[in-house]
T-cell receptor, first 112, second 114 residues
Framework: DTAVSQTPKYLVTQMGNDKSIKCEQNLGHDTMYWYKQDSKKFLKIMFSYNNKELIINETVPNRFSPKSPDKAHLNLHINSLELGDSAVYFC???????????FGSGTRLTVV | AQSVTQLGSHVSVSEGALVLLRCNYS??????LFWYVQYPNQGLQLLLK??????LVKGINGFEAEFKKSETSFHLTKPSAHMSDAAEYFCAVSKKTSYDKVIFGPGTSLSVIP
C-alpha cells in the first residue's frame, strides 16, 4: 500500500489551461503539505492543511488553490497555467512536527 | 527566520570511502533537524532526525549525523559509500512548534565512483 499517493505522475499541458493534482494519504496523519521543486531541485513549501484547515499559505499566486475535503486528501488546482509553473509538485503528510514528513512520489508538471 | 545551507552542491566519493555532507542551519530557537534523501524520479525519504535527545543520531542505510549547537551544524556521514547511495540529499530545519513549516536546504548531489 502506498502511504502518500499522488495522481497523475506526469502532466503535460498547454499554457492557459486549468489542471488539478490529487493527493491521498492512508497513514492517518492530521497534516498535509504541498511543496514545489524547481529545476534546480530547490524545494519550497506552498500550502499546509491540518484537519482540513489551512494553516500555511506561502506567497503563492492565487491561481493556485488547495482543497482538502477530509484529512486524508489534499488536492491542488491550478488555473491559467504559465510556463513558470513547470516543476515537480510533492505532496507530504505528517502526524507530529517531530516525526518528519512522508512524501509522495511527485507530479511532474510540464507547461508548453 | 530559519534557513539551511549545504556546502557543496555536488560531492563525489569513491566506493568504500567516507561520505561527508555538510549542513549548517540558522534558527532563533532550538530546532528540529532532518536529513532526507531523494533518488532519481522519486519523492523524498527521511534518513534521520534530531529532536533534542542524543546529539549523535543514527538513521537508515548506515547514515548518521551529529548535532553541534556551537557550530550550528548537522553534518551527515557514512563510513563507507555504496553505489546505491548516489542520490540528492537535503538537510532541513523546523521549529519545535506544531504545524511549523520545514525549510529545506538547496541539496547536495552525491556521486559514488566505482
Amino acid at each position: 500500500d502506498t502511504a502518500v499517493s499522488q495522481t497523475p505522475k506526469y502532466l503535460v499541458t498547454q499554457m492557459g489551461n486549468d489542471k488539478s493534482i490529487k493527493c491521498e494519504q492512508n497513514l492517518g496523519h492530521d497534516t498535509m503539505y504541498w511543496y514545489k521543486q524547481d529545476s534546480k531541485k530547490f524545494l519550497k513549501i506552498m500550502f499546509s492543511y491540518n484537519n482540513k484547515e489551512l494553516i500555511i499559505n506561502e506567497t503563492v499566486p492565487n491561481r493556485f488553490s488547495p482543497k482538502s475535503p477530509d484529512k486524508a486528501h489534499l488536492n491542488l488546482h491550478i488555473n491559467s497555467l504559465e510556463l513558470g509553473d513547470s516543476a515537480v509538485y510533492f505532496c507530504a503528510s505528517s502526524d507530529r512536527q517531530v516525526s518528519g514528513y512522508t512524501f509522495g512520489s511527485g507530479t511532474r508538471l510540464t507547461v508548453v | 527566520a530559519q534557513s539551511v545551507t549545504q556546502l557543496g552542491s555536488h560531492v563525489s566519493v569513491s566506493e568504500g570511502a567516507l561520505v561527508l555532507l555538510r549542513c549548517n542551519y540558522s534558527s532563533s530557537v532550538p530546532p528540529y533537524l532532518f536529513w532526507y534523501v531523494q533518488y532519481p524520479n522519486q519523492g523524498l525519504q527521511l534518513l534521520l532526525k534530531y529532536t533534542s535527545a542524543a546529539t549523535l543520531v543514527k538513521g537508515i542505510n548506515g547514515f548518521e549525523a551529529e548535532f553541534k549547537k556551537s557550530e550550528t551544524s548537522f553534518h551527515l556521514t557514512k563510513p563507507s559509500a555504496h553505489m546505491s547511495d548516489a542520490a540528492e540529499y537535503f538537510c532541513a530545519v523546523s521549529k519545535k512548534t506544531s504545524y511549523d513549516k520545514v525549510i529545506f536546504g538547496p541539496g547536495t548531489s552525491l556521486s559514488v565512483i566505482p
